[in-house]
């Protein structure tokens, strides 16, 4: 089945450390994804990851991936105020049949500190 | 800015009446999702097309339409509006067709239903 999973709400310091949690149900080949929402836009996209690797790096974003437990973590170094906003997590099977359809959690709202 | 347009911006119409809703790709993407996101449901996809074909369908109740024309712009109908139907209603785009291609999402269009 499908279902992706994420803690509603993290409080962080400005220059601390965020880390967003997600897990999700899907054991077939999936693609993961981290979506950002500031108030009033659109999601925007900032990283993913796919399912047979562990980690990815991107500037201030580390995201982690452990296989065994289907939890995925994004990790926001040196966390500012403007990462305030709600992220998403995002599943995708790469079953061609099944279209490219995303299957989202409901959302982790950051608020960033001074 | 993601490439990706949407119109209107707001809408606001009362119970039983219809709606379009429309969308433009980024320049080259050959698929056009719609995902709607509402405070009891969270974000959940109802439908995409490829080049003018039918790819998935998600939970998109009968009384919503969608179809993507040959210049690959697409529109959403909405009829026999409920007040449950207010909601934000989120395209996307991407180059292909099934999982692995990254989604591109518009600002959406906010639907209010009196």
């Known amino acids: 089945g499908e279902d992706v999973e994420q803690s509603l709400f993290l409080s962080v310091r400005e220059g601390d450390s965020s880390v967003i949690n997600c897990t999700y149900t899907?054991?077939?080949?999936?693609?993961l994804y981290w979506y950002k929402q500031e108030p009033g836009a659109g999601l925007q996209l900032l990283t993913y990851?796919?399912?047979?690797?562990d980690m990815k790096q991107d500037q201030r974003l580390t995201v982690l991936l452990n296989k065994k437990d289907k939890h995925l973590s994004l990790r926001i170094a040196d966390t500012q105020t403007g990462d305030s906003a709600i992220y998403f997590c995002?599943?995708?099977?790469?079953?061609?049949?099944?279209?490219?359809?995303?299957?989202f959690g409901g959302g982790t709202r950051v608020l960033v500190k001074p | 800015d993601s490439g990706v347009t949407q119109t209107p911006k707001h809408l606001i119409t009362a119970t039983g009446q219809r709606v379009t809703l429309r969308c433009s790709p980024r320049?080259?993407?050959?698929?056009v999702y719609w995902y709607q996101q509402s405070l009891d449901q969270g974000l959940q996809f109802l439908i995409q097309?490829?080049?003018?074909?039918?790819?998935a369908k998600g939970n998109i109740l009968e009384r919503f339409s969608a179809q993507q024309f040959p210049d690959l712009h697409s529109e959403l109908n909405l009829s026999s509006l409920e007040l449950g139907d207010s909601a934000l209603y989120f395209c996307?785009?991407?180059?292909?067709?099934?999982?692995?291609?990254?989604?591109?999402f518009g600002p959406g269009t906010r639907l209010t239903v009196l």
């Open positions: 995002a599943e995708s099977r790469i079953i061609k049949a099944a279209g490219n359809k995303l299957t």
């Open positions: 899907d054991s077939s080949s999936t693609y």
């Open positions: 996307a785009s991407s180059v292909g067709n099934y999982g692995g291609n990254e989604q591109f």
């Open positions: 320049s080259g993407d050959l698929s």
């Open positions: 990851i796919f399912s047979n690797m």
């Open positions: 097309y490829y080049n003018g074909e039918e790819r």
